[in-house]
């Protein structure tokens, strides 16, 4: 069973209904949508953010280490069990950057 729910409503207020889809490929809908309560769960998107803990040892570690490249950055913090992608490193030096002037920390 697919739970759907109009996101753009036109002329007329709808609420979530359930459809199944028989041998045929077509859709059908379970019971009575004007009956039936489908509470639906929070949406997610994305990764939580610092879900690990380690943002400040990885700032730390960037700041000691600003003349490295990206990739080689990603691999130091690798190396020092902290999981970061090279764009991660990017983003994180960009804003040490800009909060230090424009100049390196």
Not at 70 to 81: F, Y
């Amino acid at each position: 069973m697919v739970l759907l729910e109009a996101i753009k409503q036109r002329d007329f207020e709808s609420v979530p209904f359930e459809v199944t889809s028989g041998t045929d490929c077509r859709l059908h809908i379970v019971g009575d949508p004007s009956l039936t309560v489908v509470k639906l769960a929070p949406r997610h998107r994305g990764n939580v953010a610092n879900k690990d803990g380690k943002d400040n040892a990885a700032i730390e570690l960037i700041k000691a280490n600003m003349k490295l490249s990206n990739a080689k950055m990603a691999e130091l913090l690798k190396g020092e069990g902290i999981k970061r992608g090279k764009d991660w490193v990017r983003a994180k030096r960009y804003e040490l950057i800009q909060a230090n002037g424009g100049q390196m920390p």
